[in-house]
């Protein structure tokens, strides 16, 4: 962030883009955490390794946007990281649920990974040159992420009666709260701004054309149907608070594990 | 785990380019897609290669396969352990041979130096001597 770049942008901009960057780091760091659980135990150790090295690309890029919050805002990318209580994270409610079992986890995965791909579609071109910088080399890892997981759904889709059932299951109980990946922001001030190339209602049609194509000939749960040019929800919208600050056990557990370090002594130089 | 059985797949990796193709590792996949992803984890994902190359193992043939070649009357063909001294087909097997004339001819020569088979490290301790 260089401060001619930071000038451009007025107040109100200045705080949603620090909403966004906030938000779109704390889903990559949650996220990295809950699928780093998978070290040692994934279904075989090839996919041992390969889920490993997904949760750690999301650390990297999680810092990475740390960092450009920090240059905005002032203050220090760990202490961001993990030196806030609980409800001071901003992920989205999506991933407050557990790692539980492997297709549920392949289920969040390729809801997350495909959410976070449009959003990064709309932030290429973003007029904070620093974030297009770093949304161009996160799109680059992400697009094999998609690759792995589109993989895995397909898989476990026709891999018979039980990975399917287990599949259907987490995808039916994970719609209402993947909704909350694109939701929760305050997008106007940065669509005006030309940070966002479009509003995050726009972003969510575009990602629901694309799982349409995936989710529809698998015969998947997709709560939508067509209306004119627009996905219409068939289900209730997610429940208020997407993005915090009351957040579920299983991620005041998770938060417990990912900052125990940190709080044994705050001040330490690592 | 995905209904499919798993295969051993062969990687093959070029470190850099103009680099020769070079056995990596191997690992297991339930199909060529995974076993893909899973060779660029382990063998690409760190900037360690250009090229990979996937292979199942089914598709590599091993040259003693018994239903690969088929020699007449069952003979074994030896086709790896030829029973006769090659040596003189490998440049080694020349320059062991030159050497061991070499020092034969100096041992007929009689004189100094007769000892030494490496002419040119003699004389270099000859220098150090002088000095």
């Given at each position: 962030m260089t401060a001619q770049a930071a000038e451009q942008l007025d107040q109100q901009a200045r705080d949603a883009l620090a909403g966004l960057l906030l938000a779109m780091a704390d889903d990559e760091f949650v996220l990295g955490f809950w699928d780093s659980e998978w070290t040692g135990i994934a279904p075989v150790l090839e996919e041992d390794v390969a889920i490993a090295s997904l949760a750690q690309d999301e650390i990297g890029h999680a810092q990475a946007l740390y960092r450009l919050l920090t240059d905005l805002q002032g203050g220090d990318p760990d202490r961001l990281a993990f030196g806030r209580p609980p409800e001071e994270y901003r992920h989205a409610r999506l991933l407050d649920h557990p790692r539980t079992d492997w297709a549920f986890t392949v289920a969040r995965r390729f809801l997350y990974d495909t959410a976070d791909a449009a959003r990064l579609d709309a932030l290429v071109a973003s007029a904070h040159r620093p974030l297009a910088e770093v949304v161009a080399k996160m799109r680059r890892e992400e697009t094999y992420h998609l690759l792995h997981m589109h993989a895995w759904v397909e898989r476990l889709a026709g891999g018979g009666e039980e990975p399917r059932a287990r599949l259907e299951a987490a995808l039916e109980r994970l719609w209402p709260d993947a909704r909350c990946v694109l939701g929760g922001l305050d997008d106007a001030p940065l669509v005006a701004a030309g940070v966002l190339a479009e509003p995050l209602a726009a972003v969510e049609q575009r990602w629901l054309d694309g799982l349409a194509r995936v989710l529809e000939p698998l015969a998947l749960p997709f709560p939508f149907r067509r209306d004119g040019d627009r996905w219409e929800p068939t289900k209730a919208p997610p429940a208020a608070g997407c993005r915090g600050p009351r957040r579920a056990d299983d991620f005041l557990w998770l938060w417990e594990q990912f900052t125990m370090v940190y709080r044994s002594d705050p001040e330490a130089s690592w | 785990m995905t209904g499919q059985p798993m295969q051993v797949f062969e990687v093959f990796r070029r470190e850099r380019e103009g680099g020769p193709m070079q056995h990596a590792g191997?690992?297991?996949?339930?199909?060529?897609?995974?076993?893909?992803?899973?060779?660029?984890?382990?063998?690409?994902?760190?900037?360690?290669?250009?090229?990979?190359?996937?292979?199942?193992?089914?598709?590599?043939?091993?040259?003693?396969?018994?239903?690969?070649?088929?020699?007449?009357?069952?003979?074994?063909?030896?086709?790896?352990?030829?029973?006769?001294?090659?040596?003189?087909?490998?440049p080694a097997g020349y320059s062991a041979e030159i050497k061991r004339k070499l020092a034969e001819a100096r041992a007929r020569a009689g004189g100094e130096g007769a000892e030494d088979d490496d002419p040119v490290a003699a004389s270099g301790r000859e220098g150090v001597e002088q000095a």
């Open positions: - | 191997n690992l297991l996949a339930p199909d060529p897609e995974l076993a893909a992803h899973y060779a660029r984890e382990f063998y690409g994902r760190r900037q360690e290669s250009v090229r990979l190359w996937i292979v199942p193992r089914a598709a590599i043939r091993d040259l003693a396969d018994p239903d690969l070649l088929q020699p007449p009357f069952d003979r074994d063909p030896d086709l790896l352990q030829p029973p006769f001294d090659r040596s003189f087909k490998k």
